[in-house]
């Protein structure tokens, strides 16, 4: 059984990983075998994340703030807000929006999971964890 708390076990460790636009609070990785990755991400007031998780299934639950995900492939914005869930199951390159005065707070879960470490490739991406 795996027991982690948010403010004990994973703030202010390497688990916590911030960027000038989010920051991504890793409860599961990779290493805890559950065949998913599992975050508590926060994204910044205003701003645009161009985002292409073309290695990563990723489904997102809105728990606080207000923004929108844009689909690059059909042009169609989607709002998002408290209780708003999506799922990129195409692999869907997207950008998301915190809208201006209001960070919005998210559930992320990820497949494969991630390691830990990864931050945004320039398109977007996160590699895929090496076989070692």
């Known amino acids: 059984m795996i027991v982690k708390n948010l403010y004990d076990d994973v703030i202010g ?3 916590d990983v911030d960027s000038k636009q989010w920051t991504s609070r890793r409860l599961l990785l990779a290493k805890d075998g559950m065949g998913f990755s599992l975050h508590d991400t926060l994204i910044k007031e205003g701003e645009d994340l161009h985002l292409w998780y073309k290695n990563h299934l990723e489904a997102v639950y809105c728990i606080e703030g207000e923004g929108e995900i844009y689909d690059k492939a059909t042009g169609i914005t989607h709002p998002i807000r408290e209780g708003t869930v ?3 199951n195409e692999h ?3 950008i998301l929006r915190a809208n ?3 960070q919005m ?3 992320c879960v990820f497949n494969p999971p991630v390691t830990g ?4 490739d320039k398109d977007g991406s ?3 964890p090496s076989e070692d």
């Open 13 to 15: 460790t390497d688990a």
């Open 86 to 88: 999506y799922a990129l």
């Open 92 to 94: 869907d390159q997207h």
């Open 100 to 102: 201006k005065g209001s």
């Open 105 to 107: 707070r998210m559930v």
């Open 117 to 120: 470490r990864e931050t945004h």
């Open 126 to 128: 996160y590699n895929l």
